[in-house]
């Protein structure tokens, strides 16, 4: 009977661990779907918002549609581990000094894919005076997994980043300001007239979920969590009825 009782104690603790983690998948999956629902709202009206919303705290994680015009300071960074189509490359960003507000806003200018080698990119942001820019602010990548450097030197103004630290990247570029909350994603359209960082030659997108599972992948896994849940429970149930017919 002890034996019985601690069987299903064992049963309901993994079949309430499995169920808490489908639980989070479903949370993760209606957040994302959120977020997407925000983005295309932001396209859809495509009305073009002040560049100074990049620094509003209170929209750290929303969407907009914004435009503006800054100087492009003399730095190219390269946030590496970026997929697109399957590929992996690094992305580039430059930093705009905005001609209206206090802090700096980093311009996601395209991906670019490596080679074996990893070589980078020869070139790098151009510094052309100031510049027209327009497209979509976004949150900036997850961290992810903390360690090791954010940044590393890759030659005079070329840093590669192997995660988005604002603060960091902040004070090893000596900007008393700070960096925006938000970076300004490029308008994937080129049309003609368009100048200095528009013409950065990496492939662009409005993607929103480029390096993570979208919300029918956490869908999938919820339901993959809640069937092993209620496998837990039938193999305790079916164990249980044998035993009591011994």
């Not at 940044?151 to 570029?173: N, P």
Request: aromatic share 6%; proline share 6%; with cysteine.
């Amino acid at each position: 009977m002890h034996r019985l009782l601690l069987w299903w104690l064992l049963a309901l603790l993994l079949a309430a661990g499995f169920a808490f983690l489908g639980h989070w998948q479903l949370a993760r999956m209606h957040e994302k779907q959120a977020m997407l629902a925000a983005a295309d709202k932001a396209l859809d009206h495509a009305h073009p918002q002040p560049l100074l919303l990049a620094s509003d705290r209170r929209r750290a994680q929303g969407y907009d549609w914004a435009s503006g015009q800054g100087a492009l300071a003399d730095v190219t960074l390269w946030l590496d581990n970026q997929q697109r189509n399957g590929r992996v490359g690094v992305r580039m960003y430059c930093l705009l000094l905005p001609e209206v507000g206090t802090q700096a806003v980093l311009v996601d200018a395209g991906w670019w894919p490596l080679a074996g080698r990893r070589v980078l990119p020869v070139f790098g942001c151009p510094v052309r005076g100031m510049q027209d820019v327009r497209g979509l602010l976004a949150p900036p990548p997850a961290e992810g997994l903390i360690h090791g450097a954010a940044l590393a030197r890759q030659g005079e103004g070329r840093w590669l980043m192997a995660r988005m630290d604002l603060a960091g990247i902040a004070r090893t570029l000596h900007l008393p300001s700070g960096i925006a909350p938000r970076v300004l994603r490029l308008d994937p359209v080129r049309r003609q007239g368009d100048t200095g960082v528009m013409l950065a030659p990496g492939e662009r997108d409005l993607e929103i979920l480029p390096n993570t599972l979208t919300p029918e992948r956490h869908l999938g896994y919820a339901v993959q969590w809640f069937g092993l849940a209620i496998t837990v429970l039938v193999v305790a149930l079916v164990l249980t009825l044998r035993k009591t017919r011994k």
